[in-house]
């Protein structure tokens, strides 16, 4: 997949189809643009792709509150590409772009920059300074520049919208089978090893430790979780996320026991993807009594990563 960073644009890159959105988290409403996307590149025998924007819009206009992203830039990239895109715009949200009226941004970007041959947008998509930009306005603009406009109408199951939203609702209560549900895929954090106390260890249990990025809001518990040491291995554990009030109510980690694992894990990039989840996090009156907790949560553990499915159905 080509991916084009900024306003320079290669040949490549221009004349696709192009679906347009945040796409946090490639759920499955996001998954429908895309493929329409993909469909009508087909058609017209052109690229297929899409524009996303980095940072988040949300980050941007307020930057001192935390947004939980659910997929970072990186592992956004990856997913966009399993779907199978030739294309990815990335574009930088800056106040130079913010300032964009929605006229500017059809014409300089879509057309002078992008030449697009067709923009997929969903029904709630909104664009250009002051979002003056409606899914009509981007209708009425294509019909001015003769490039093609789809806009994509709510996907919903029994009654549920698929929303970003609706996905961080599901894992702050730490529903991560529901969100899994939503996303199509496990939801999953990444990132290097980092050393910890070793408390684990002494009990019995040593974690490979990670910090999770700003806004993260995964309800604090106990999950059964499938690891990816970047080997090729699917290597199953039990994820803890919390302030480990038992000793010091610290800053929030995520502590994986890979099940059935000996080595060391430390600075080498893991991702983790959640499963299901045990139980909430609280707080234990001696290292004894956690002890016998972690011992249970373990065998839960092992009894939900042997009825899950590779991925969710």
Do not use: C
């Not at 991560?176 to 199509?184: C, E, K, N, R, S």
Request: aromatic share 8%; net charge neutral.
């Amino acid at each position: 997949m080509l991916i084009v960073k900024g306003h320079d644009v290669p040949a490549a890159g221009k004349g696709a189809s192009l679906a347009i959105g945040n796409f946090d988290g490639v759920h499955r409403g996001h998954q429908a643009l895309i493929t329409q996307a993909i469909s009508e590149a087909r058609r017209l025998g052109a690229p297929a792709g899409v524009m996303v924007f980095e940072p988040h819009p949300r980050e941007f206009f307020q930057p001192r509150e935390p947004h939980f992203i659910l997929t970072p830039l990186p592992m956004k990239l990856a997913r966009l590409e399993a779907l199978g895109l030739d294309l990815a715009v990335v574009m930088t949200f800056d106040a130079g772009f913010a300032g964009l009226t929605a006229t500017e941004f059809v014409s300089r970007v879509l057309v002078g920059e992008l030449a697009v041959r067709h923009v997929v947008v969903g029904y709630d998509f909104f664009f250009g300074k002051a979002r003056q930009g409606t899914p009509e306005t981007m209708r009425d603009a294509g019909r001015r520049h003769g490039f093609g406009v789809g806009v994509i109408a709510p996907v919903a199951e029994d009654g549920e919208v698929f929303s970003s939203t609706a996905v961080r609702l599901k894992l702050a209560q730490g529903d991560v089978t529901g969100a899994a549900h939503d996303l199509g895929d496990w939801w999953r954090v990444e990132g290097p090893v980092i050393g910890g106390a070793r408390r684990g260890t002494g009990l019995g249990y040593p974690t490979a430790n990670l910090r999770l990025p700003p806004g993260t809001a995964l309800a604090h518990g106990i999950y059964a979780v499938r690891v990816d040491a970047g080997d090729g291995v699917d290597r199953l554990g039990a994820a803890y996320i919390g302030t480990r009030p038992t000793f010091d109510h610290g800053a929030v980690l995520l502590e994986v026991f890979l099940l059935d694992f000996s080595g060391d894990l430390y600075g080498r990039e893991i991702e983790v993807a959640f499963v299901g989840f045990v139980r909430g996090d609280r707080k234990f009156h001696s290292e004894t009594e956690l002890k016998r907790q972690m011992d249970e949560d373990v065998a839960v553990v092992r009894r939900l990563l042997a009825a899950a499915p590779e991925r969710p159905v």
